[in-house]
């Protein structure tokens, strides 16, 4: 495919942009994606050292293997025809704090109960902010994100199509605008669940209960405990090359290694980009999955947006970086182990603190395949500021130093990690921004609920439109593929995507 018969360009095969750029193609555009890394996935991707095969980013997923799931990547997947094998398991996890282990449970009643073995009273308070969640995202069923779009016509979209289900939404209408905090300030007043609420909220975010809006977390609890959780055979690279071969599938075309260097745009309108070594593609309209700060700082000139909007733009809070372990482990002695671990190590510090939260992901105890054999694959991360970091003398030591508290949680999960070790690699917010080439190693925006909207995939710029996480609330897969949807619907007409879903 040359440049010149190319509708749409896409920057970058993260989740959000791959998700766009297939759907266009399913719908009958000519698309192009340019990705810098020689990998596709963004964050998602996956990589392999030594026999052993890693999962970058996300790790956690729900309602995959349901066709009917309500997982915006499910909904887009099932349009493009495409299957993604995936493994259930329960309990979902465990939380470890300080005063004992909490095992998370899909099955609402055996989540309670573990919750009461710690706090009686805690555990029907609880059941009430459940309780007064999961409405919501009953009334969800009906309304598929894979028809929503981002224009005005999307009203006339959900009146024709999707009325009922908005007429059970209408005495919920101030549940969609309230934060989780003020759901919680209502129900649950126990100082433990609501630490417990904070902790969800923050895995699920980036934000605490008060920062994040009460329909992310009626979406999280409701898929986890009637579409359950699941790990898809492969990880993360797994989705990603199920979106590759939809695009591909449906005539779109992946460029790797191909790094824009600047968008560029003309009297307002854009008209294509220009790569890094001087070869400029056109195209009429130019979608960019790069972060806020990398699309409107780096990829535009100054004057290509209103100085204001770019200011504004630009002073968009981001959610901090992490610091990563990845390590290969002899696997020996371990038959009992399960894949998903948090460790809080200090009740009387924010859970937000670098450091103080770690998140653990050990996908080869469902697929073994991940491992050779008699080995596991381990992911541990955790919150980490960009701030002071840099490529000196210094870097190797802190880089070691500033991984210990993912090692001290691994040691409540595997007390000899340290003796089991074959392979480690750690990873900084340095690491995050080279390889992912996202400012400041961020995992994207972090707007408090009733703090601002999140910024449209629209953009001041006729022909530039952009997705991914720093467009819908959510650090998670389903936020950047329904950012994708909404994209790509945005592009076509309502009919395309009527006929597309066999909706009359």
Same mark, same amino acid.
């Given at each position: 495919?040359?440049?010149?018969?190319?509708?749409?360009?896409?920057?970058?095969?993260?989740?959000?942009?791959?998700?766009?750029?297939?759907?266009?193609?399913?719908?009958?555009?000519?698309?192009?994606?340019?990705?810098?890394?020689?990998?596709?996935?963004?964050?998602?991707?996956?990589?392999?050292?030594?026999?052993?095969?890693?999962?970058?980013?996300?790790?956690?997923?729900?309602?995959?293997?349901? /066709?009917?799931?309500?997982?915006?990547?499910? @909904?887009? &997947?099932?349009? !493009?025809?495409? =299957? $993604?094998?995936? #493994? %259930?398991?329960?309990?979902?996890?465990?939380?470890?704090?300080?005063?004992?282990?909490?095992?998370?449970?899909?099955?609402?009643?055996?989540?309670?109960?573990?919750?009461?073995?710690?706090?009686?009273?805690? /555990?029907?308070?609880?059941?009430?902010?459940? @309780?007064? &969640?999961?409405? !919501?995202?009953? =009334? $969800?069923?009906? #309304? %598929?994100?894979?028809?929503?779009?981002?224009?005005?016509?999307?009203?006339?979209?959900?009146?024709?199509?999707?009325?009922?289900?908005?007429?059970?939404?209408?005495?919920?209408?101030?549940?969609?605008?309230? /934060?989780?905090?003020?759901?919680?300030?209502?129900?649950?007043?126990?100082?433990?669940?609501?630490? $417990?609420?904070?902790?969800?909220?923050?895995?699920?975010?980036?934000?605490?209960?008060?920062?994040?809006?009460?329909?992310?977390?009626?979406?999280?609890?409701?898929?986890?405990?009637?579409?359950?959780?699941?790990?898809?055979?492969?990880?993360?690279?797994?989705?990603?090359?199920?979106?590759?071969?939809?695009?591909?599938?449906?005539?779109?075309?992946?460029?790797?290694?191909?790094?824009?260097?600047?968008?560029?745009?003309?009297?307002?309108?854009?008209?294509?980009?220009?790569?890094?070594?001087?070869?400029?593609?056109?195209?009429?309209?130019?979608?960019?999955?790069?972060?806020?700060?990398?699309?409107?700082?780096?990829?535009?000139?100054?004057?290509?947006?209103?100085?204001?909007?770019?200011?504004?733009?630009?002073?968009?809070?981001?959610?901090?970086?992490?610091?990563?372990?990845?390590?290969?482990?002899?696997?020996?002695?371990?038959?009992?182990?399960?894949?998903?671990?948090?460790?809080?190590?200090?009740?009387?510090?924010?859970?937000?603190?670098?450091?103080?939260?770690?998140?653990?992901?050990?996908?080869?105890?469902?697929?073994?395949?991940?491992?050779?054999?008699?080995?596991?694959?381990?992911?541990?991360?955790?919150?980490?500021?960009?701030?002071?970091?840099?490529?000196?003398?210094?870097?190797?030591?802190?880089?070691?130093?500033?991984?210990?508290?993912?090692?001290?949680?691994?040691?409540?999960?595997?007390?000899?990690?340290?003796?089991?070790?074959?392979?480690?690699?750690?990873?900084?917010?340095?690491?995050?921004?080279?390889?992912?080439?996202?400012?400041?190693?961020?995992?994207?925006?972090?707007?408090?609920?009733?703090?601002?909207?999140?910024?449209?995939?629209?953009?001041?710029?006729?022909?530039?439109?952009?997705?991914?996480?720093?467009?819908?609330?959510?650090?998670?897969?389903?936020?950047?593929?329904?950012?994708?949807?909404?994209?790509?619907?945005?592009?076509?007409?309502?009919?395309?995507?009527?006929?597309?879903?066999?909706?009359?």
């Amino acid at each position: 495919m040359s440049d010149r018969d190319v509708d749409v360009i896409v920057i970058g095969s993260g989740i959000g942009g791959l998700t766009t750029a297939a759907l266009l193609s399913r719908y009958g555009k000519r698309v192009t994606v340019c990705e810098s890394h020689t990998i596709a996935g963004g964050a998602a991707h996956s990589f392999s050292r030594q026999g052993f095969h890693f999962d970058s980013g996300p790790s956690f997923y729900c309602g995959l293997n349901d /066709s009917h799931s309500r997982n915006p990547l499910r @909904q887009v &997947l099932n349009v !493009l025809e495409e =299957t $993604l094998p995936a #493994i %259930p398991y329960d309990p979902l996890g465990h939380y470890h704090f300080p005063e004992g282990t909490l095992p998370v449970y899909s099955q609402q009643k055996r989540y309670l109960e573990a919750v009461r073995q710690f706090t009686p009273q805690g /555990s029907k308070e609880l059941e009430r902010f459940i @309780q007064r &969640l999961l409405p !919501l995202y009953d =009334t $969800l069923q009906g #309304i %598929p994100t894979i028809l929503l779009r981002a224009d005005w016509q999307l009203i006339p979209v959900l009146m024709g199509r999707c009325l009922p289900s908005l007429v059970k939404m209408l005495p919920h209408l101030g549940l969609v605008q309230s /934060s989780v905090g003020q759901v919680m300030d209502r129900e649950v007043s126990d100082r433990w669940v609501r630490r $417990l609420i904070d902790l969800e909220c923050f895995l699920l975010s980036g934000l605490k209960a008060h920062g994040t809006i009460a329909p992310e977390v009626a979406f999280m609890l409701g898929e986890r405990s009637r579409a359950g959780v699941e790990y898809p055979i492969g990880g993360s690279g797994a989705i990603v090359d199920a979106l590759v071969r939809g695009l591909k599938r449906w005539g779109g075309e992946l460029r790797l290694g191909c790094h824009v260097e600047q968008i560029l745009v003309e009297s307002g309108r854009v008209t294509g980009v220009r790569l890094r070594k001087g070869e400029i593609l056109h195209a009429p309209i130019v979608i960019s999955n790069a972060s806020i700060w990398d699309t409107y700082g780096k990829l535009l000139q100054p004057e290509d947006l209103p100085t204001s909007y770019r200011q504004t733009a630009l002073a968009t809070p981001a959610v901090d970086s992490f610091m990563h372990l990845h390590l290969g482990i002899k696997a020996e002695g371990l038959d009992n182990l399960t894949g998903h671990h948090v460790v809080v190590h200090d009740a009387e510090r924010d859970i937000t603190t670098p450091g103080n939260t770690c998140m653990i992901s050990i996908p080869s105890v469902w697929d073994d395949s991940l491992a050779p054999p008699g080995h596991h694959v381990v992911h541990a991360y955790t919150l980490e500021s960009h701030e002071h970091w840099q490529r000196d003398n210094s870097y190797q030591e802190r880089k070691k130093e500033r991984s210990q508290s993912l090692y001290r949680a691994l040691e409540r999960v595997i007390p000899d990690i340290r003796q089991r070790i074959v392979l480690e690699l750690i990873g900084t917010p340095l690491t995050h921004a080279h390889y992912l080439r996202r400012y400041q190693g961020t995992y994207g925006a972090a707007i408090a609920a009733g703090k601002g909207m999140f910024p449209s995939t629209h953009t001041p710029i006729s022909g530039l439109y952009r997705v991914g996480d720093s467009t819908t609330p959510g650090i998670g897969v389903p936020a950047v593929a329904a950012s994708g949807i909404l994209c790509a619907n945005t592009l076509v007409q309502p009919q395309q995507t009527a006929e597309l879903l066999n909706i009359q």
